[in-house]
């Protein structure tokens, strides 16, 4: 379908062909669901119904009539609105207090691509006003610069650059080329035969026409009469292209209808054009679940049964996924299982919180998309003008202690593992009062505002929270094995510089030999320090050749790129197809075509193969990664 509207071939089949499917598997899984596919949804149906095979196409060839044809000017302008509308409604979405204040994106000014800027500017003013401020401004203005032929070049050069950076910035597919290609919609529509009209005359034969279109049949010229007035199809265009616009002018401020999906941010993240907007990290998941016949309490690993990550942040998929786990557990002798998730999140830079009541089961909580979700928590909105202070707490500590800042609610406390790792933990109240309840020695402590303590490592210990409004603590800690390790590998850094310096006059041991490059000792046993050292010399050394290509060498590692990820769509999609008509074959030989299909040549042979799983049957101890902050 895509290459028969690319070559405008059986143009109209071609758009039924990739627009049925397309939004068959959009709509299908809603964790696929985003503003990049919507819009790609959107632009395909609009393309169904316009004349995109005038001009250029194998259609024209074929047929006449069509060829080098005038099209209407309602085909452009539902282009240009809906080009327009992404761009709009993107800035007045970043109006929000969190991106005007830099909250959103806090840490993207770190990327290499804002190097000329921290030329002159902080990195914290390069957030705030190149990576926020431009941001605003290039959304709010570039629909506007883009229609207007005097400001149309500027707007062109500063929306070109926008796109390119956030090809490099984010993993976002082929939405930056996509809205690349749409600048040239705002454009005079004799562009592309004036650009053939330039073109050596030997080029030109394999070209488009350059001549002037001819009249369409399609198209009203503003004459009167029974040829020139307008028909009911083009009333009907007009029509349809007003209302159109309205309800995509309103579709991202509907979701006072469907309240069921919103949480803390309003709707789906598909139509509301909000993008990169609200940025979240989780902290710490775990899903319980209680045998309502014996009354068991096991845990499962977060994601289990599911390769999405999205359900973390959405009700009506965490709804969703307590009924699928409620089908499937009984087949691990769970009778009428009951599902409690306790999900840690914090958006935007503010604390650690919860989203969802951890004592209300999923399975059997009431969820409508008319009406607000019960058992959601709110967002401590009082809460965000802490966020000044907490990077100024964090720009305290020392490069081997983290701080995580919690916020808990009335009634509720936190369950939570201190690995041995962890040797050094402490927890200090920042607000509000919190019982600790150090679980193995049985003891309980009352910490206030400004207080502390230990904790011991290796155990579990509750954080209830006792004042009567949210309280807010921080945990601090050092990982004593990942500092130990680091200065194991210093120590075998500067052994090595000594031995390569001549400074070192004691022979090396065999488990050492390897850090010279010399390859390990026949029946002595590797050193995992050494293992680790050497690992991690590869890892520096690959980054300096990076840093060090030339622009060649850059440009030919981003075309590699882009190869096989194409290679891997096309592959995916042939496998997809293959099963669809002949059904699915033996999950091996879909492992290894799928697995075929991810390569990415000589590199991907040489790194470690991930060993996680995917899945994992319930337990009756938390997962290690669900324990601890």
């Not at 000329?116 to 290039?138: D, N, Q, Y």
């Not at 052994?495 to 390859?519: A, Y």
């Amino acid at each position: 379908g895509a290459l028969g509207i690319m070559a405008g071939c059986c143009y109209r089949l071609s758009c039924a062909a990739f627009l049925g499917p397309y939004w068959y598997l959009l709509l299908l899984d809603k964790t696929s669901w985003n503003n990049h596919s919507y819009l790609y949804g959107l632009l395909a149906f609009q393309l169904a119904l316009l004349g995109a095979d005038r001009y250029g196409s194998v259609d024209g060839l074929l047929r006449p009539q069509k060829r080098n044809a005038h099209v209407p000017l309602w085909n452009y302008t539902l282009l240009r609105a809906q080009i327009f509308i992404v761009y709009f409604i993107a800035g007045l979405k970043k109006l929000d207090a969190d991106w005007v204040g830099g909250y959103s994106m806090g840490s993207l000014a770190r990327h290499w691509l804002f190097a000329p800027f921290k030329l002159v500017l902080s990195e914290e003013m390069t957030s705030l006003l190149v990576v926020h401020g431009g941001g605003l401004v290039l959304d709010l203005s570039a629909g506007f610069l883009l229609f207007f032929d005097a400001t149309r070049p500027v707007a062109l050069f500063f929306v070109t650059y926008f796109h390119c950076m956030n090809s490099q910035l984010f993993s976002i597919g082929m939405f930056p080329y996509t809205m690349l290609a749409s600048s040239g919609l705002f454009c005079h529509p004799s562009w592309p035969r004036r650009l053939c009209a330039r073109c050596p005359p030997w080029l030109r034969g394999v070209l488009p026409s350059s001549q002037p279109p001819r009249p369409s049949p399609d198209c009203h010229y503003g004459g009167r009469g029974a040829r020139g007035g307008l028909r009911p199809r083009q009333h009907l265009a007009a029509a349809f292209t007003l209302l159109y616009v309205l309800e995509q002018l309103f579709l991202p401020y509907s979701h006072f209808i469907t309240q069921g999906y919103n949480n803390w941010t309003n709707g789906l993240y598909g139509y509301s054009w909000d993008m990169m907007v609200h940025s979240r990290f989780h902290q710490h998941v775990k899903i319980t679940y209680r045998d309502g016949l014996t009354g068991e309490v096991g845990y499962l690993k977060p994601g289990v049964f599911t390769q999405s990550r999205r359900w973390k942040d959405h009700a009506d998929m965490l709804k969703q996924y307590s009924t699928c786990l409620s089908r499937l557990l009984p087949r691990y002798n769970i009778s009428e299982p009951q599902i409690y998730f306790d999900v840690w999140v914090s958006i935007n830079d503010r604390f650690q919180q919860r989203l969802v009541d951890p004592r209300v089961d999923l399975v059997r909580a009431p969820w409508s998309p008319w009406s607000p979700t019960p058992w959601l928590l709110p967002l401590l909105l009082e809460l965000s003008p802490w966020r000044e202070r907490l990077q100024e707490l964090e720009s305290r500590l020392d490069g081997h202690t983290d701080a995580v800042f919690i916020a808990d609610f009335p009634g509720l406390h936190l369950e939570n593992f201190v690995s041995e790792d962890l040797g050094n933990t402490s927890l200090r109240v920042l607000r509000g009062e919190v019982l600790v309840e150090l679980v193995e020695q049985h003891q309980n402590r009352s910490l206030r505002e400004g207080e502390g303590m230990q904790l011991p490592a290796g155990q579990y210990h509750k954080v209830h929270t006792v004042s009567p409004e949210p309280s807010c603590y921080m945990y601090l800690y050092v990982n004593t094995t990942a500092l130990a390790l680091e200065r194991n590998l210093t120590r075998l850094q500067e052994l090595r510089d000594r031995v390569r310096n001549g400074t070192e006059k004691e022979p090396l041991p065999p488990e050492l030999r390897p850090i010279l490059g010399e390859p390990p000792a026949v029946g002595v046993p590797a050193d995992p320090v050494v293992t680790v050292f050497l690992r991690r010399q590869r890892r520096l050394e690959e980054q300096s050749r990076r840093r060090e290509a030339s622009l060649t060498q850059r440009l030919h590692r981003f075309l590699r790129k882009k190869f096989y990820l194409f290679r891997r769509s096309a592959l995916m999609t042939c496998i997809s197809l293959r099963n669809l008509a002949l059904g699915r074959p033996p999950l091996q030989q879909l492992a290894q075509e799928v697995a075929f299909a991810n390569w990415h040549g000589e590199e991907e042979d040489a790194r470690p193969e991930d060993e996680a799983g995917a899945q994992g049957a319930p337990s009756s101890e938390p997962p290690p990664e669900t324990q601890s902050f």
